[in-house]
Each structure stands twice: as structure tokens, then as C-alpha cells.
């Protein structure tokens, strides 16, 4: 079973800078492509970023130029650097990764991320 481990939430102030982890238990090589999605109350999980094994990033249009999703093979981690951060952006954030072997996305158990006006 593959686990999908998140690090890095919590609160801060409007306008600062949080940095979120994903580390699969395997290689993330294994997956193609991996994301993040967020969920707030009472609201769908939307995509806020993703990228592919060769690099290719998609956006959100709420979180262009404020977010950054990176990988580090060495690391083997898939991060999310968010900045300037608005109260909308209030959610739980879940790494998503899709297994190449089986094309089944993987969910990590997510990370609450809290803005303050």
C-alpha cells in the first residue's frame, strides 16, 4: 500500500509563506503526475497544482503567481511553496499522485492549512 505523507501546514497571517511536503513511501518516479489539491468547508476538493515526471507545472488560476510545485528527486519529495497567502486559501491541502503501474491516483491524508486576516 502506498502512503502519500504530507508535512508542512498551519496558521498564519495574510500575506506570509508556508511550504508543503509530500514523501511517498516508493520512488516518486513511480508516479506520473503527482498534485496537490485543497478542500475548505462545505466545498469540492479542487486542484491547486500539479506536475508531471518531465517537469510540466498546471496552475489553478487562483494561485498563479503566488504558489510554486516542485520536485526533488533526491529528496523524493513533491513540494508546494505557497506565498502571499489570503484567507481563501484556508483548506485542507491533500498531496494526489497517480501510480504509473496501475494509473490509480494515491491520496495523502492531507494537511490543514489556515490563513488569518
Known amino acids: 500500500q502506498v502512503q502519500l505523507v504530507e508535512s508542512g501546514g498551519g496558521l498564519v497571517q495574510a500575506g506570509g509563506s508556508l511550504r508543503l511536503s509530500c514523501a511517498p513511501s516508493t520512488s516518486i518516479f513511480s508516479f506520473n503526475p503527482m498534485g496537490w489539491y485543497r478542500q475548505a468547508p462545505g466545498k469540492q476538493r479542487d486542484l491547486v497544482a500539479s506536475?508531471?515526471?518531465?517537469?510540466?507545472?498546471n496552475y489553478a488560476d487562483s494561485v498563479k503567481g503566488r504558489f510554486t510545485i516542485s520536485r526533488d528527486n533526491a529528496k523524493n519529495t513533491v513540494d508546494l511553496q505557497m506565498n502571499s497567502l489570503k484567507p481563501e486559501d484556508t483548506a485542507v491541502y491533500y498531496c494526489?499522485?497517480?501510480?504509473?503501474?496501475?494509473?490509480?491516483?494515491?491520496w495523502g491524508q492531507g494537511t490543514q492549512v489556515t490563513v488569518s486576516s
Open positions: 506536475i508531471t515526471r518531465g517537469g510540466t507545472t
Open positions: 494526489s499522485a497517480r501510480a504509473t503501474l496501475t494509473n490509480r491516483n494515491c
